[in-house]
T-cell receptor, first 115, second 116 residues
Framework: DSGVTQTPKHLITATGQRVTLRCSPRSGDLSVYWYQQSLDQGLQFLIQYYNGEERAKGNILERFSAQQFPDLHSELNLSSLELGDSALYFC??????????????FGPGTRLLVL | ELKVEQNPLFLSMQEGKNYTIYCNYSTTSDRLYWYRQDPGKSLESLFVLLSNGAVKQEGRLMASLDTKARLSTLHITAAVHDLSATYFCAVDKGMYSGGGADGLTFGKGTHLIIQP
């Protein structure tokens, strides 16, 4: 158990819908990262937040957005869902901004299925 | 654009044998990570390699980093069935990112099956 929690574990929805994935980082960690894992794209970095501020963007679609709240939990919002958005979404956390020797600790993931 | 290539992508081996997984990356980096993923599970951190020549060992796994060759290896010694998993290497551009993403760039993973 990495100490990172994600809810829900599974999510089934329809195309065109909007969903919100939630992540709580390890106690004391200030950075939250979101990753998408799919069979065709592999593991892709989406976005990072550090202490409430957006820190870095990766391959995140415009239909997707995220935020980090004052209590440091983060939410990833996926809208206008398409079949291709079906994937496993991981949240990871690290103590600081990432510019150090820290590893990123991954949560259990949310498996999203878009029908 | 940073690219990370692992090989082999699939590996079936017998218990007791030794093997090496290779991870090449395309641009300068000073931080490389190895993760393990069991089917349907999350990623578990194995090693963080921070400098040229770094070597780390944990049990039957040993990882090394050659930043000049942009190559990391994960060596498995006397494999046992419990090591069956998918192994990912990931690179962080670190100090060379020029203020860019701190997210990790992952290889496609090596699916390792160890048979009795």
């Amino acid at each position: 158990d990495s100490g990172v929690t994600q809810t829900p574990k599974h999510l089934i929805t329809a195309t065109g819908q909007r969903v919100t994935l939630r992540c709580s980082p390890r106690s004391g960690d200030l950075s939250v990262y979101w990753y998408q894992q799919s069979l065709d794209q592999g593991l892709q970095f989406l976005i990072q937040y550090y202490n409430g501020e957006e820190r870095a963007k990766g391959n995140i679609l415009e239909r997707f957005s995220a935020q980090q709240f004052p209590d440091l939990h983060s939410e990833l919002n996926l809208s206008s869902l398409e079949l291709g958005d079906s994937a496993l979404y991981f949240c990871a956390s690290s103590p600081t901004s990432g510019r150090s020797s820290e590893t990123q600790y991954f949560g259990p993931g949310t498996r999203l299925l878009v029908l | 654009e940073l690219k990370v290539e692992q090989n082999p992508l699939f590996l079936s081996m017998q218990e007791g044998k030794n093997y090496t997984i290779y991870c090449n990356y395309s641009t300068t980096s000073d931080r490389l990570y190895w993760y393990r993923q069991d089917p349907g599970k999350s990623l578990e951190s194995l090693f963080v390699l921070l400098s040229n020549g770094a070597v780390k060992q944990e049990g039957r796994l040993m990882a090394s980093l050659d930043t000049k060759a942009r190559l990391s290896t994960l060596h498995i010694t006397a494999a046992v069935h419990d090591l069956s998993a998918t192994y990912f290497c990931a690179v962080d551009k670190g100090m060379y990112s020029g203020g860019g993403a701190d997210g990790l760039t992952f290889g496609k993973g090596t699916h390792l099956i160890i048979q009795p």
